[in-house]
């Protein structure tokens, strides 16, 4: 039994570096290549095509029939130059994965062959079958159609032979059935209000645009050892494990040099990369051992988050290749790091003005306070909505959870911007004004170092951080689309944004200056949203209780956490924006509740399934040893020699039947549970069931086979070891 482990464990021990062929063009000359780019529209076009394309993507305005056909022929051209032979709609369903569907260029060429086709109409809009696709209800049975639609800003681009081109995709009624529609929705609803507040200060800017600079987090485990585990095969995670000895203590993974099999692969991933327009730009070792992380520069939101989907494609692919699986689950071992994806996140103006970035004079310095504090207006009044945008059955084993992010949403600004905010909220406008100086204001050219240094030492523990120039969402889960946030975030931003300007311009019309109906609003802002300012440690009790007197939303349990979604401030607030209806909402909560049952269900199948075909009769192969043993000793020894003998062995004997008589009755009260849940029509019962009733119970087993996997015999145990799975050579 557990020679397949030792085999495993052999393997992956002796696997040296896969090479990597490093292209002989340096990153510039390849860097795009598979992207249907710019200058690869400018090649293959018509030039009035060209022109009509660039004036509709920077625009955002529709694409005309001709166009569109025009804009097909060109793209397939480069396409089977490239040599692709199939082409997809590549979109975003609620599954936190991509969907696409190939097909083939070809068709009859009424002669008895075929030609390689490809038209306007297939390239702006298709019906993928996709009555599969979680949908919340908004699509019945007999109405299943969706249809799939060209997004012009995010470009084309070519993986393995296929040419994949990013669409939204929703309903026959409108209703979104994805990410990308939403988040869209809710750029340009924060583009809107951004804009108009940005003219306060220069009344050039047309548009804001929304950044967003993910760093993905991940874990590699060796291919022989991944496939020894069924758990990590089929949940992402490991659902039993007894902690290693050695893991994290001695903090030497972070700093600590790359291994060379890991570098080959990052490498090759990196070229990956670049050639498919994704700017990646900074890897590292994580705190955890065998956690990495790889962060691109970033780019406006919706591209960097097509990007990140397509990264954790690309991801799995060439960790594959260099026979490793890439774990991309927030908590695939117990007792060390999870992984996020901090969404660093900005604003800025098309006049290249980074909003939340303090500036050389007065006037950009109050416009930076005024972005700021209207982000913490919003942060406050929706950090309900924000948590539960990031809340998932995976990201919930690491929020809360010691090491990450409390399952409460807060700010640190560091030293330097919480001052700033306490001047600006104690001193009169009048006094403010000499305070509109260098020295005054505090907020000059000379300070930015000084505000990066502070920020640089800055609190880990926080979910959401000012880090300078931008936020970053920290609780975002390593496996989650970033839009969940990002659409959230953009939203709430929006909205507090209008609200700011009605109040400023109200000011403004009853006779106060600019700068006065200005600061008395953020003043007011600084004010209310007092309870989200947090610079302490997040990760200690005190908070908790703390955080509960503030009024800030302190539910742990993700299926409650959804409600959030469909309360009348947040159906109020997205609906103003154009994101989403109600009946959207109430969909997309359905598919939420669905998706969590599911997880913790699967989960919990394949740990009742490990735990009595795995680990029992191990345990109990390993008690019959012992009992030989002690038997033999009786039968040897006089009685009272013998007892003192087999003492110990009896012992764990004894332990033994304890353990597996708890597993055996916690996996049947379990799959009661279960049965009980799955009973429940209301998936939101259904969820909340699965929260309270199985998730515990899961607890309880992996206890008791975490103490067996001390006590059997080390030959004996089946299951690779968490100091086996986590340490590369
Ligand atoms: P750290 O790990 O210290 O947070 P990294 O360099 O790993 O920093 O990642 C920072 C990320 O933030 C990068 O993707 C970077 O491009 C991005 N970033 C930097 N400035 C901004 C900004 N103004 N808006 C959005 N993202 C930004
Ligand atoms: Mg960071």
Redesign the pocket.
């Known amino acids: 039994m557990s020679q397949l482990r030792f085999k495993v464990v052999d393997e992956a021990f002796n696997r040296k570096a896969d090479p990597v062929s490093i292209p002989a063009e340096r990153p510039q000359e390849y860097y795009g290549k598979y992207v249907f780019n710019r200058q690869r529209m400018f090649e293959y076009l018509p030039a009035d095509t060209f022109k009509a394309l660039i004036n509709a993507i920077d625009n955002k305005e529709a694409l005309s029939r001709e166009v569109a056909e025009s804009v097909a022929q060109g793209m397939k051209q480069w396409a089977i130059d490239m040599g692709a032979r199939h082409y997809t709609h590549w979109f975003q369903p609620l599954t936190e994965t991509t969907a696409e569907k190939h097909d083939g260029f070809i068709e009859h060429d009424g002669k008895g062959g075929v030609i390689e086709e490809f038209n306007g109409k297939l390239l702006v809009q298709q019906e993928p079958d996709a009555s599969s696709f979680p949908n919340g209800g908004i699509r019945n049975t007999f109405e299943a159609r969706g249809y799939s639609a060209w997004d012009i800003s995010s470009p084309a681009f070519i993986m393995g032979n296929t040419l994949c081109i990013p669409t939204i995709f929703i309903s026959y009624t409108g209703e979104s059935l994805d990410y990308k529609t939403p988040l869209l929705r809710a750029l340009n609803s924060v583009d809107r209000a951004a804009t108009a507040v940005a003219r306060y200060f220069d009344p050039e800017v047309r548009h804001v645009k929304s ?5 993905q987090e991940y874990f590699l485990v060796d291919e022989s050892l991944y496939s020894a585990r069924p758990d990590l095969m089929m949940t992402g995670r490991t659902l039993m494990g007894h902690e290693s000895a050695k893991n994290q203590q001695l903090e030497d993974h972070y700093f600590g040099a790359i291994p060379s099999r890991v570098e080959a692969f990052m490498l090759d991933l990196e070229i990956e990369c670049h050639r498919l327009g994704i700017p990646a ?2 890897r ?1 070792n994580e705190v955890a051992p065998n956690q990495f ?1 790889l ?4 780019e406006e939101t919706n591209l960097a988050n097509d990007h990140n989907l397509l990264l954790m494609s690309l991801i799995t692919e060439v960790a594959n290749r260099h026979h490793f699986r890439v774990l991309l689950h927030e908590k695939p071992f117990a007792g060390i790091n999870g992984s996020g994806k ?1 969404n ?3 604003l ?1 103006t098309d006049r290249g003005v ?1 909003l ?2 303090p500036g050389k004079t007065p006037k950009q310095n109050l416009q930076f306070i005024t972005f700021v504090v209207n982000v913490m207006a919003a942060v406050h009044r929706h950090n309900g909505l924000l948590k539960a945008s990031i809340a998932s059955a995976t990201n919930a084993h690491r929020l809360g959870a010691n090491e990450a992010p409390p399952a409460i949403i807060s700010i640190f600004t560091g030293s330097q911007l919480s001052d700033i905010l306490e001047r600006i909220e104690s001193t009169s406008n009048s006094e403010l004004s000499d305070l509109n100086n260098r020295e005054g204001l505090r907020l000059n050219v000379s300070q930015i170092p000084e505000i990066m240094l502070d920020n ?1 030492d800055r609190n880990r523990t926080s979910p959401f951080a000012f ?1 300078g ?2 936020f ?1 969402f920290r609780a975002v889960g390593s496996s989650a689309n970033c839009a969940s946030a990002m659409i959230a975030l953009n939203s709430a931003v929006a909205e507090q944004l209008i609200d700011f300007k009605n109040k400023v311009d109200a000011r403004m019309e009853s006779g106060e200056s600019l700068r006065d109906a200005l600061l008395e609003e953020i003043r007011e802002l600084i004010r209310v949203s007092k309870p989200i300012h947090f610079d302490g440690n997040g990760y200690s009790d005190e908070w908790k209780a703390e955080a509960a007197r503030r009024g800030l939303d302190c539910e742990t349990s993700v299926p409650v956490i959804y409600d959030a979604y469909l309360r009348p401030e947040s159906i109020r607030m997205f609906r103003d924006a154009g994101v989403f209806s109600e009946v959207e909402l109430k969909a997309r909560n359905e598919v939420k509740w669905e998706m969590y049952t599911k997880k913790v269900q699967i989960e919990a199948r394949v740990l009742g399934d490990l735990a009595i075909n795995h680990v029992m009769p191990v345990a109990i192969r390993y008690q019959s040893v012992l009992l030989d043993n002690v038997s033999k000793i009786k039968a040897i020894f006089p009685a009272d020699k013998a007892a003192v003998m087999s003492s110990t062995e009896m012992e764990t004997i004894e332990e033994i039947s304890r353990h597996c008589r708890a597993i055996k009755e916690e996996v049947e009260a379990m799959v009661d549970a279960r049965r009980v849940a799955n009973r429940i029509a209301s998936e939101r019962e259904k969820a909340i069931a699965y929260h309270d009733n199985v998730v515990p119970r899961m607890d309880t087993i992996r206890d008791h086979i975490d103490r067996l996997e001390l006590m059997v015999d080390n030959e004996m145990w089946p299951l690779p070891k968490y100091r086996e799975l986590l340490f590369i050579r």
């Open positions: 950044y967003l600079g993910w760093e730009k900074t590292h992380e962060a691109p520069i970033f901090h660093n996140w900005s800025g980074l939340f970035a640089t880090t120039n931008r970053e």
